[in-house]
């Protein structure tokens, strides 16, 4: 079994900063995929940022240059660093996590998700 939980998050000044956490626990061997989206009501989810486990990153257009994508493997953590926030970033954000687990099995996991409020 393994669980992701998310913190950070909240309300921000445009301009502002904001720093997103996700933490994997469980029987986990190392991280393969990690990837962080985001959705507002009613609008289909958007990947905003992958990281896989030979350090290959990508961001999407609306976030290239504002936002860092990181890992520590050694905490099992995965972190989006979010700088130069706009109203429009105001999303509910969510990580993705593709685990490889003791026994050589693959799973996938999703985090709660945490609500990201950016006031003009």
């Known amino acids: 079994q393994v669980q992701l939980v998310q913190s950070g998050g909240g309300l921000v000044q445009a301009g502002g900063s904001l720093r997103l956490s996700c933490a994997a626990s469980g029987d986990i061997v190392s991280i393969a995929t990690v990837n962080w989206y985001r959705q507002y009501p009613g609008k289909q989810r958007e990947l905003v940022a992958s990281?896989?486990?030979?350090?290959?990153?990508k961001y999407s257009d609306s976030v290239k240059g504002r936002f860092t994508i990181a890992r520590d493997n050694a905490k099992n953590t995965v972190s989006l660093q979010m700088d130069s926030l706009t109203p429009e970033d105001t999303e509910t954000y969510y990580c993705?996590?593709?685990?490889?687990?003791?026994?050589?099995?693959?799973?996938?996991?999703w985090g709660q998700g945490t609500l990201v409020t950016v006031s003009s």
């Open positions: 993705y996590m593709r685990v490889r687990t003791i026994g050589n099995r693959y799973l996938e996991v």
């Open positions: 990281l896989t486990d030979n350090d290959n990153i």
